[in-house]
């Protein structure tokens, strides 16, 4: 089998088109949440903190030169960047845990084997076998 064949059956299976697509849609949910974070859920935390805007907390290191930027540690970035993955986490949890709750239920909803009168005559003569034998 060719190389391009190889790739073409890897490419065509369906593990890999519904993990392409879960990360294009977790790429966009991100960008989501990241606007919900920096534009809904920051602002009023900032304004309770005295105004304070997350994206402006910085530990210069280094002033601006005439011909250099500063240098500084971005630590609000950083606050706002871990609201974000905490957000993200809690929702991709939240959707986990709802699939395997409707999985327990499609379990649950399996219907009980009957056994047959033969499989219980079957049982039966096997469970007699092992006493005569234990004895």
Same mark, same amino acid.
């Given at each position: 089998?060719?190389?391009?064949?190889?790739?073409?059956?890897?490419?065509?299976?369906?593990?890999?088109?519904?993990?392409?697509?879960?990360?294009?849609?977790?790429?966009?949910?991100?960008?989501?949440?990241?606007?919900?974070?920096?534009?809904?859920? *920051?602002?009023?935390?900032?304004?309770?903190?005295?105004?304070?805007?997350?994206?402006?907390?910085?530990?210069?290191?280094?002033?601006?030169?005439?011909?250099?930027?500063?240098?500084?540690?971005?630590?609000?970035?950083?606050?706002?960047?871990?609201?974000?993955?905490?957000?993200?986490?809690?929702?991709?949890? *939240?959707?986990?845990?709802?699939?395997?709750?409707?999985?327990?239920?499609?379990?649950?909803?399996?219907?009980?084997?009957?056994?047959?009168?033969?499989?219980?005559?079957?049982?039966?003569?096997?469970?007699?076998?092992?006493?005569?034998?234990?004895?």
């Amino acid at each position: 089998m060719s190389l391009l064949q190889e790739f073409k059956a890897f490419a065509a299976r369906g593990n890999v088109i519904d993990m392409a697509v879960g990360i294009i849609i977790g790429a966009a949910f991100g960008k989501i949440v990241s606007s919900f974070v920096g534009d809904v859920i *920051m602002p009023p935390i900032g304004l309770l903190l005295g105004g304070v805007d997350f994206t402006d907390l910085v530990i210069p290191l280094k002033a601006a030169d005439g011909s250099t930027p500063a240098v500084v540690i971005a630590y609000g970035r950083f606050i706002q960047a871990i609201i974000d993955f905490l957000i993200i986490a809690f929702a991709i949890f *939240m959707g986990l845990k709802t699939i395997n709750t409707l999985k327990r239920k499609e379990e649950g909803a399996i219907e009980p084997i009957v056994s047959t009168k033969e499989q219980e005559l079957l049982s039966e003569i096997r469970d007699l076998l092992k006493v005569q034998q234990q004895k």
